[in-house]
Nanobody, 118 residues
């Protein structure tokens, strides 16, 4: 099993930056995908960014060019650097890990809130 804990959320002004962190603990699985999702009030949860254990990345269209996902495999941690933040980026941000042992399993973090407002 894997446990995920997010940190780094908060209040930021439009145009500002934040960096979210997600630390994974428990069993380690070499084949995995770590991702960030977000959910704004009244909206569906959407993919923000994902990164495989081999380094391939994928971004949601609304954050391309502004957000960067990275990971430190030694620390079992994934980061989301968010720049040029907009009010529409306001949401709860969740870390997700898909990992393979004998089958694929999923773990979610508890979420961290990001508010972009002046």
């Amino acid at each position: 099993q894997v446990q995920l804990v997010e940190s780094g959320g908060g209040l930021v002004q439009p145009g500002g930056s934040l960096r979210l962190s997600c630390a994974a603990s428990g069993n380690k699985f070499s084949e995995n995908i770590m991702a960030w999702y977000r959910q704004a009030p009244g909206k569906r949860r959407e993919l923000v960014a994902a990164m495989t254990s081999s380094g391939s990345t994928n971004y949601g269209d609304s954050v391309k060019g502004r957000f960067t996902i990275s990971r430190d495999n030694a620390k079992n941690t994934v980061y989301l650097q968010m720049n040029s933040l907009k009010p529409e980026d306001t949401a709860d941000y969740y870390c997700k890990m898909d990992y393979y042992d004998t089958t694929w399993s999923v773990s979610w973090g508890q979420g961290t809130q990001v508010t972009v407002s002046s």
